[in-house]
């Protein structure tokens, strides 16, 4: 009977322990899940399955912003200098998986130059193995049409740009435009937004 | 009246003391994430060994094994500098003559990008940048006729200079001594 006080005393240091390691690790676990998985919490724009940033590299960027971006892509200029969307879905919601092949295809977006570039879920790049990692304005050869197309996945096809991505693992597209036109600055929903459309079954 | 017994007082304190804790670690995580990312950026291994304090640095063009910054852009040759104009002004130059696109981005210890010049802006006109603190006194300083004062909203911050290269192997002879025209020296 003597020791129950004692060992009280040693519940409420347990349960108190308990508490505060659990409200560390929920306070952890949300600001990750926010700045990883919530994009909604930042200012985007949405265009096709193209997601871009309002707020990028800006110092009017709000601490979700800011940490969202240095998370994700650390370093970025601001609108006025580059703008980035990321596509982490196909046009038909699906998401990017480096197992499956994608055909991206569009017109140059209204920029001084642009690129279109395909990371690994941990955003870095893919280990190609002819190491192309991107489709930009100077090594895009555009159709009769104005427009350029290239692959990305497991397998190349014939006569079309590959962007190889090993493994089976998701991924993510982005597209980099440098010294956009004032008009896409202004109105970033006015990007007409390359498609990206699934090919045959995933490996 | 129903009263609260001294047991349901208690966990009803607890569940608000761990509300309110787990709402200020949220936030201060929040906050403190990219100044964290900066300080392994501007101290971490890749710092120590490029030796860039105060000094221009310049990394290797981005492949797969990239792996110090996310989303690195292959299409782009970096140059760094890691900044610190605690003791006095940073002078920073440039004259990469090239017709197509690079830039000079200064960034905050909070990984605000607070200042940007390409080479539209700089036209024909080397790049020569006083970088001082926000509470250092520029009227003493020793500036030239032509460079460009910037202050820095913290004392420590990253420079990142990018010159596109759409095709490496083919333009590598022009961009690589354009970049190396960096220079990012204490005045």
Redesign the interface.
């Known amino acids: 009977m003597r020791n129950k006080p004692g060992l009280g005393r040693w519940q409420r240091i347990g349960?108190?322990f308990a508490?505060?390691a659990?409200?560390?690790t929920?306070?952890?676990g949300?600001?990750?899940w926010?700045?990883k998985k919530a994009p909604w919490i930042v200012q985007t724009v949405q265009v096709g399955a193209w997601k871009g940033n309002l707020l990028a590299?800006?110092?009017d960027?709000d601490?979700?912003t800011?940490?969202t971006?240095?998370?994700?892509?650390?370093?970025?200029?601001?609108r006025d200098?580059s703008m980035y969307f990321i596509a982490s879905e196909d046009d038909a919601g699906n998401p990017l998986r480096s197992n499956c092949s994608y055909h991206v295809e569009g017109a140059p977006p209204k920029a001084?130059?642009w690129?279109i570039?395909a990371?690994a879920d941990?955003?870095?790049?893919?280990?190609?193995p002819n190491?192309h990692?991107?489709l930009?304005?100077?090594?895009a050869r555009l159709d009769t049409d104005g427009r350029f197309v290239f692959t990305t996945g497991g397998q190349e096809q014939p006569g079309i740009h590959w962007l190889p991505t090993p493994g089976r693992r998701g991924m993510v597209l982005?597209l980099?435009l440098?010294?956009p036109e004032p008009e896409l600055q202004a109105a970033p929903a006015s990007l007409v937004p390359p498609s990206i459309k699934a090919v045959g079954v995933c490996v | 009246m129903k009263r609260f017994s001294n047991l349901q007082r208690l966990w009803f304190y607890?569940v608000l003391?761990?509300?309110?804790?787990?709402?200020?670690?949220?936030?201060?995580?929040?906050?403190a994430?990219?100044r964290l990312?900066?300080q392994v950026?501007m101290q971490g291994p890749m710092a120590q060994t490029m030796n860039m304090q105060n000094q221009a640095a310049f990394p290797p063009r981005?492949?797969?094994a990239?792996?110090t910054?996310?989303?690195?852009?292959?299409?782009l040759l970096y140059s760094v500098c890691v900044f610190d104009v605690t003791a006095g002004p940073l002078r920073i130059s440039a004259n990469p003559n090239l017709k197509?696109?690079w830039?000079i981005?200064l960034?905050a210890a909070?990984?605000?990008?607070?200042f940007?010049i390409?080479d539209?802006k700089a036209s024909t006109t080397p790049v020569d940048l006083w970088l001082v603190s926000d509470s250092g006194s520029r009227s003493t300083l020793p500036i030239p006729t032509g460079a460009q004062v910037v202050v820095s909203?913290s004392t420590t911050g990253?420079l990142?200079m990018r010159v596109?290269t759409?095709?490496y192997e083919a333009e590598k002879a022009v961009i690589e001594p354009a970049r190396h025209t960096l220079t990012c020296t204490p005045a």
């Not at chain 1, 971006?69 to 601001?78: D, P, Y």
């Not at chain 2, 909070?110 to 607070?114: M, Y």
């Open positions: 349960i108190g508490l505060y659990a409200a560390v929920l306070g952890l949300s600001a990750w926010v700045l590299g800006s110092q960027a601490m979700y800011r940490s971006i240095a998370l994700n892509a650390l370093l970025a200029l601001g200098e001084r130059w690129s570039t990371y941990d955003m870095f790049l893919f280990d190609a190491q990692y991107s930009n304005g100077t090594t982005t980099r440098y010294n | 607890r003391t761990l509300i309110t804790t787990a709402i200020l670690v949220h936030i201060l995580a929040v906050w994430a990219p990312i900066m950026l981005v492949t797969a990239s792996r910054v996310v989303m690195p852009s292959p299409d197509s696109y830039s981005a960034y909070n990984s605000d990008n607070f940007v390409n539209r909203p990253f990142l596109l759409g095709n």
